[in-house]
Nanobody, 125 residues
Framework: QVQLVESGGGLVQAGESLRLSCAAS????????MGWFRQAPGKEREFVAA????????YYADSVKGRFTISRDNAKNTVYLRMNSLKPEDTAVYYC??????????????????WGQGTQVTVSS
């Protein structure tokens, strides 16, 4: 049974930082590209960042480029999202996702096979 479990969310003030973690189990982690998405109330789920199987390729949404960093540790079956200079508009539930096919359409939620339950990030102004 595949499980993706996010952690590290919380309430912070604008300008502060958080690091999200997503621990995977029940799959061969290094065989999956990984992504982070987020969904704010009343909005569609949107792409945040993605990383290839061994971390050689990394992609970011324009809205987070330069502030967020995605990384992975295949020995720990974990993917991370370091979020710096947080803004109120970053407030959302953040989800990690796993893509066995390592699709070139990494920005599309439909490319991913497995999803975590999400972790809430709230940024106050």
């Amino acid at each position: 049974q595949v499980q993706l479990v996010e952690s590290g969310g919380g309430l912070v003030q604008a300008g502060e930082s958080l690091r999200l973690s997503c621990a995977a189990s029940g799959l061969t982690f290094s065989s999956y590209a990984m992504g982070w998405f987020r969904q704010a109330p009343g909005k569609e789920r949107e792409f945040v960042a993605a990383i290839s199987r061994i971390g050689a390729s990394i992609y970011y949404a324009d809205s987070v480029k330069g502030r967020f960093t995605i990384s992975r540790d295949n020995a720990k079956n974990t993917v991370y999202l370091r979020m710096n200079s947080l803004k109120p508009e970053d407030t959302a539930v953040y989800y990690c996702a796993a893509d066995w096919g390592a699709s070139s359409r990494y920005y599309r939620a439909t490319s991913y096979d497995y999803w975590g339950q999400g972790t809430q990030v709230t940024v106050s102004s």
